[in-house]
C-alpha cells in the first residue's frame, strides 16, 4: 500500500504522517504541491492520494482534474483534506470525481474509517 500525501503545509503533511504511521500505513511519499505530486503519480505508482484543496502552484481540485484525465492515474483513489465551507467549491470538488472527504480538524478515528472505505470493501 504506497501512499502520496500532498499539503503545501508541512506540519499538516507530519501530522497525516505520523497518523497514517499509527494506522500502519508506511509506504507513504510527499508532495508539496500538485504539481510535484502530479510528476511524482506519473513516475511511480501509488494506491492512494490524500491531498489539501488549497495550494499554491496546482491546488487540490486542478491535482484531482488531472489525476481523472490520465487514463493511467484515473482510477486512483483521491481523498480530500480541506477546511473548505463554501457550497460552490464543494461542489466543483464533487464534480471533479472526488473518492472522499476529509474536513479539518479531524481525527485519526475519520481518517481511519476514510482508509477502510477504500481498502476493506466487502
Same mark, same amino acid.
Do not use: W
Given at each position: 500500500?504506497?501512499?502520496?500525501?500532498?499539503?503545501?503545509?508541512?506540519?499538516?503533511?507530519?501530522?497525516?504522517?505520523?497518523?497514517?504511521?499509527?494506522?500502519?500505513?508506511?509506504?507513504?511519499?510527499?508532495?508539496? &504541491? *500538485?504539481?510535484?505530486? /502530479?510528476?511524482?503519480? $506519473?513516475?511511480?505508482?501509488?494506491?492512494?492520494? =490524500?491531498?489539501? +484543496?488549497?495550494?499554491?502552484?496546482? &491546488? *487540490?481540485?486542478?491535482? /484531482?482534474?488531472?489525476? $481523472?484525465?490520465?487514463?493511467?492515474?484515473?482510477? =486512483?483513489?483521491? +481523498?480530500?483534506?480541506?477546511?473548505? &465551507?463554501?457550497?460552490?467549491?464543494?461542489?466543483?470538488?464533487?464534480?471533479?470525481?472526488?473518492?472522499?472527504? =476529509?474536513?479539518?480538524?479531524?481525527?485519526?478515528?475519520?481518517?481511519?474509517?476514510?482508509?477502510?472505505?477504500?481498502?476493506?470493501?466487502?
Amino acid at each position: 500500500m504506497k501512499i502520496l500525501v500532498v499539503d503545501d503545509m508541512p506540519l499538516m503533511r507530519h501530522v497525516l504522517i505520523n497518523m497514517l504511521r499509527k494506522l500502519e500505513y508506511c509506504n507513504i511519499v510527499e508532495a508539496t &504541491d *500538485g504539481l510535484q505530486a /502530479l510528476a511524482l503519480l $506519473r513516475d511511480q505508482h501509488f494506491d492512494l492520494v =490524500i491531498t489539501d +484543496l488549497h495550494m499554491p502552484k496546482m &491546488d *487540490g481540485v486542478d491535482l /484531482l482534474t488531472n489525476i $481523472r484525465k490520465d487514463r493511467a492515474l484515473a482510477d =486512483i483513489p483521491v +481523498l480530500m483534506v480541506t477546511c473548505e &465551507d463554501s457550497t460552490d467549491k464543494v461542489k466543483q470538488v464533487i464534480a471533479a470525481k472526488v473518492s472522499g472527504f =476529509i474536513i479539518k480538524p479531524f481525527n485519526m478515528n475519520v481518517l481511519s474509517s476514510q482508509l477502510n472505505r477504500f481498502f476493506f470493501k466487502d
